[in-house]
């Protein structure tokens, strides 16, 4: 059974910088691309849970538009985590974020971990 657990995330000013990470258990972790997802507050549009970054098992990355140059991915495969350097973190990436496989398995979504950025 496959459970993901993220942890890292907190209240910061903008301009500031956290580091997500995702711990995973079970035996997939080091063969499948991993991503991270956020979802917005209710009341923002576009509530949508939006995937910014994913790397593959040998490291290569993509990221979405919106956070590309500010934002990380990485993953340490021995210790199955998958990290997200976030920098520059601007109020609209005020959000919930969760990490699940590239192509998200609803099983595996955990409790995700809140981000919050103040102007």
């Known amino acids: 059974q496959v459970q993901l657990v993220e942890s890292g995330g907190g209240l910061v000013q903008a301009g500031g910088s956290l580091r997500l990470s995702c711990a995973a258990s079970?035996?997939?972790?080091?063969?499948?691309?991993m991503g991270w997802y956020r979802q917005a507050p209710r009341q923002a549009p576009g509530n949508q849970r939006e995937l910014v970054a994913r790397i593959t098992r040998g490291g290569s990355t993509i990221y979405s538009d919106s956070v590309k140059g500010r934002f990380t991915i990485s993953r340490d495969n021995a210790k199955n985590t998958v990290y997200l350097q976030m920098n520059s973190l601007k109020p609209e990436d005020t959000a919930v974020y969760y990490c699940?496989?590239?192509?998200?398995?609803?099983?595996?979504w955990g409790q995700g971990t809140q981000v919050t950025v103040s102007s």
């Open positions: 699940n496989t590239f192509a998200p398995i609803n099983a595996y």
């Open positions: 079970g035996s997939i972790f080091s063969s499948v691309t």
